[in-house]
């Protein structure tokens, strides 16, 4: 009989970076050594600890990366406490991919596009950048709006400085929530931010993070004269299955794990609101 | 169609288990009707539906998923599935039946649970045609005929004669091995079928308007101010999603012992508080939310997702079993009032 879709793989953690005060970045290789599956920017896995839990995370790495994945995970709750805690070397199980993933081949290709993330919010965006840097070309301009708590919570500040910023065609906006001694840059919440950049609106927007953030973020949106079709977002709700059955992640008739989890804004609002 | 005395049940029962289980509903201790594993002298229960619906049989309330052994820092996945023997179900009732092909459409569809998928494949379903349905029967409303169900056989119990009919390859393989079943005619149901089809159309239930639910309604029902009222009572003790033969959640929870570890689920409820919870928020915050995705996935929600078939197969456990007396009759009932 065929393997259940709800029997994971065993997983290599071969490696742990710590990104902020609560975010460390796990590279997963399979017991072979490669990478356990392919994957679309914005697809999720499930990860688990036996005898701990399992849970879903975005895949932090891009399609492009082939030897292995990543995932950028804030410690909050009974798993991430416990991978937080974890050495390299150690098993955890995988399965995946789950998810529509962003449509960076088709609806993606040939726009100039917006990023805006705030805090963790990064994490599924990251995989959709470096894919679009990957295949530079096939984009237009790329615009990078980041904000966070802090200086110290900005996830992947290093390979934004060094990487992202020194790159023709794309623009990285940094700021942070409140004045630091060390910090020249912008300093402000994300969605006036947005406003002051006051972005061309014909770019395709890809926005992920606190819900507040979102809320506000999307309000600036509209009032700067976007449309709703073009901007995108990714969500997270409580699952266990991640393949349409286990019955919590619906909101009405769409499920975040196989119908999302990116949804573009036009799209949620054909949905309740109950996310 | 086939037919042999009621008195010789008890034969044409070890016969079948002469090759595979055999489970039938039988009183417990308690007088409840529950679907049971055969044994010589166990008697057919009379009552018209078991308390506990027949999806146990191929959705077991607790089951492994899988084991894994830990070792300093190493794991290894252990297989704990238990791959059945077949098995035949009798007496399954109508909605009963059709409940089993709602959950089809879920654990069927892909990517499929194979779980679910090998009980399903192991079972022979003979149903009971219902004779005098009880006042909390709906299941004329959801489209079930409780006079012809499915399944890979039909039985009518008639007169102290039980009628077989078998509709599929599967029920084929199961009557050529049991000789004591005799033919009679193929008419021999329908008066049968004509006398319960006219006491379904007079229960109290039976004319139940479903035509404000169905495929497309969610903007129309989400935000209805009877959600408050409705729900204000609900205890969340999840007795209505337990009894339901449509309910398919479930949650993956671990048993941890020393170094093994055993990876199951289990059924869960969206009535439960927790059922949405998340570190970084709640969805569903009060038994408001919980109780209307209840009733909006089973009367909105699923057909829209499954052609249009409601998640509810009017069998009347949560009518008969809720401890506040609120159930999906008097949600249908007050939600289909259309406010202009």
Sequence with gaps: MKQDPLIPEIGVVTDIRTDTPDVKTFRVVGLDGKKPFTHIPGQCAMLSVPGVGEALFSITSSPTQTEYLEFSIKKCGCVTDWLHAMEPGRQITIRGPYGNGFPVDTDFAGKDLLFIAGGIGLAPLHSVINYCRHYRSRYGAIDIVYGSRSMEDLVDYPEILNEWSREDGIRVHLTIDREQPEWDGHVGFVPNYVRELAPDTARTVVMCGPPVMIKFTLAALMDLGFDRTSIYTTMELRMKCALGKCGRCNIGTKYVCKDGPVFRFDQLDELPDEY | ?340
């Design chain 2, 1 to 340: 169609m086939k037919q042999i005395a009621k008195t010789e049940l008890d034969t044409l029962f070890a016969a079948i288990t002469a090759e595979q289980k055999l489970y039938i509903p039988a009183d417990d201790s308690a007088g409840q009707a529950q679907f049971t594993l055969w044994r010589p002298g166990l008697a057919l229960s009379g009552r018209l539906n078991t308390a506990r619906s027949a999806k146990d049989l191929f959705f077991p309330q607790v089951e492994n998923l899988v084991g894994f052994r830990m070792h300093a820092g190493a794991i290894e996945r252990v297989e704990t599935r238990e791959e059945p023997e077949d098995f035949v179900i009798f007496g399954v009732r109508a909605c009963d039946c059709r409940s089993f092909s709602i959950l089809d459409r879920v654990f069927l569809s892909e990517p499929v649970d194979t779980f679910y998928q090998m009980r399903r494949a192991h079972a022979t379903v003979v149903t009971l045609a219902c004779t005098r349905p009880e006042e909390t029967c709906f299941c004329a409303a959801m489209g079930v005929d409780a006079a012809d169900p499915a399944g890979d056989v039909t039985c009518w119990l008639e007169d102290g004669t039980l009628l077989w009919r078998a509709n599929t390859e599967k029920g084929e393989a199961l009557t050529e091995k049991l000789p004591m079943l005799r033919p009679c005619p193929a008419d021999a149901a329908d008066a049968q079928q004509a006398r319960t089809r006219a006491l379904m159309q007079k229960l109290p239930l039976a004319k139940l308007d479903l035509s404000a639910f169905g495929a497309g309604k969610t903007r129309a029902l989400f935000d209805r101010p009877e959600w408050a009222s409705l729900s204000e009572a609900c205890l969340g003790c999840g007795t209505c999603t337990f009894v339901c033969p449509t309910c398919q959640c479930y949650d993956v929870e671990e048993f941890r012992d020393g170094s093994s570890v055993r990876r199951f689920r289990c059924w869960d409820s969206c009535m439960y508080s927790d059922f949405t919870k998340m570190s970084a928020g709640q969805p569903r915050p009060t038994q408001r939310e919980r109780f209307r995705q209840r009733f909006l996935h089973k009367l909105v929600y699923f057909p829209e997702n499954n052609d249009g078939v409601f998640g509810c197969v009017g069998c009347g456990r949560c009518l008969a079993k809720c401890p506040i007396h609120m159930n999906i009759v008097k949600v249908i009932k007050t939600l289909g009032v259309t406010h202009a």
